[in-house]
């Protein structure tokens, strides 16, 4: 069974750049699409990047495109996503899936983007 973990979150300035990262367990993760995910309060939950197995296609929702990145190392299992230019309302929790199935969600982590 496929398990992802989120980091890199926390309480960060506007501006300059944080790397999220979601490492997941197990074999499979190197054939699926994996896409990061937010949601902030009261909101409900948006894709924000998504890539695909090999990395050939990569698509970014209109609020993060020219400020986020998002790559991933299929030898260490772990999907990244570049943060740069924080803006406040980057602030939400941020989840990595796997998709697989139904889906695999990690557990997310929070980002608080604050002056």
């Known amino acids: 069974q496929v398990q992802l973990v989120e980091s890199g979150g926390g309480l960060v300035h506007p501006g300059g750049s944080l790397r999220l990262s979601c490492a997941a367990s197990?074999?499979?993760?190197?054939?699926?699409?994996v896409g990061w995910y937010r949601q902030a309060p009261g909101k409900q939950r948006e894709l924000v990047a998504a890539?695909?197995?090999?990395?050939?296609?990569?698509v970014y929702a209109d609020t993060v495109k020219g400020r986020f990145t998002i790559s991933r190392d299929n030898a260490q299992n772990t999907v990244y996503l570049e943060m740069s230019s924080r803006k406040p309302k980057d602030t939400a929790v941020y989840y990595c899936?796997?998709?697989?199935?139904?889906?695999?969600w990690g557990q997310g982590t929070q980002v608080t983007v604050t002056s």
């Open positions: 899936r796997l998709d697989v199935g139904l889906g695999v």
């Open positions: 890539i695909t197995a090999r990395a050939g296609k990569i």
């Open positions: 197990g074999s499979i993760f190197s054939a699926y699409s």
